[in-house]
T-cell receptor
Framework: DTEVTQTPKHLVMGMTNKKSLKCEQH?????MYWYKQKAKKPPELMFV???????INESVPSRFSPECPNSSLLNLHLHALQPEDSALYLC???????????FGPGTRLTVL | GEDVEQSLFLSVREGDSSVINCTYT??????LYWYKQEPGAGLQLLTY?????DMKQDQRLTVLLNKKDKHLSLRIADTQTGDSAIYFC??????????FGSGTRLQVQP
């Protein structure tokens, strides 16, 4: 298995909803990442997990809460989001922090 | 990415070569990457180059690195319509995750 999978592919939620994005890889990678990408913009780093511990939080608002239950899984819990949080959320993984990153297909999130 | 710059758009004819350019500012960058993103999709790693290399070739792709000028380029030989996408260069300098350029939209005309 040489890919990063993300679910759901699309998500529409209201500002009062609680939802979660999921990311999975079975390549034995020890670093996993969340990025946010707005239309026609490059991905912006949100969080980095290294060996299941949060190593980088790029000053992301607390309405985004990451979780790494094990070395293969990465979640992003969403609560009380704003319409401007609508974006493509990309997950990536790498063998070690700093190695080439492999991206999932992303979750297209729309906040109403 | 304010530290990594790319031109926004490139249009070429099918069969021609494409050259996408990127400049970066961090001299301590260790790895430089090229990613491809098709509409509505995630990023696909195309190739990467270590900072102590000048050139890397992989089939139709040639990466050139001028470390003195902090200039990176991606040449795609015999460009096909399937190469139409946004191409991002990205740098990694050891302390954090990737810093991406703004992306270059490549349009290949038949």
């Amino acid at each position: 298995d040489t890919e990063v999978t993300q679910t759901p592919k699309h998500l529409v939620m209201g500002m009062t909803n609680k939802k979660s994005l999921k990311c999975e890889q079975h390549m034995g990678h020890r670093a996993m990442y969340w990025y946010k990408q707005k239309a026609k913009k490059p991905p912006e780093l949100m969080f980095v997990y290294s060996y299941e511990k949060l190593s980088i939080n790029e000053s992301v608002p607390s309405r985004f809460s990451p979780e790494c239950p094990n070395s293969s899984l990465l979640n992003l819990h969403l609560h009380a989001l704003q319409p401007e949080d609508s974006a493509l959320y990309l997950c990536a993984s790498s063998q070690e922090p700093g190695d080439e990153q492999f991206f999932g297909p992303g979750t297209r999130l729309t906040v109403l | 990415g304010e530290d990594v710059e790319q031109s926004l758009f490139l249009s070429v004819r099918e069969g021609d070569s494409s050259v996408i350019n990127c400049t970066y500012t961090d001299s301590s960058s260790t790895y430089l990457y090229w990613y491809k993103q098709e509409p509505g999709a995630g990023l696909q790693l195309l190739t990467y180059i270590f900072s102590n290399m000048d050139m890397k070739q992989d089939q139709r792709l040639t990466v050139l690195l001028n470390k003195k000028d902090k200039h990176l380029s991606l040449r795609i030989a015999d460009t096909q319509t399937g190469d139409s996408a946004i191409y991002f260069c990205a740098e990694y300098e050891g302390r954090r995750a990737l810093t991406f350029g703004s992306g270059t939209r490549l349009q290949v005309q038949p």
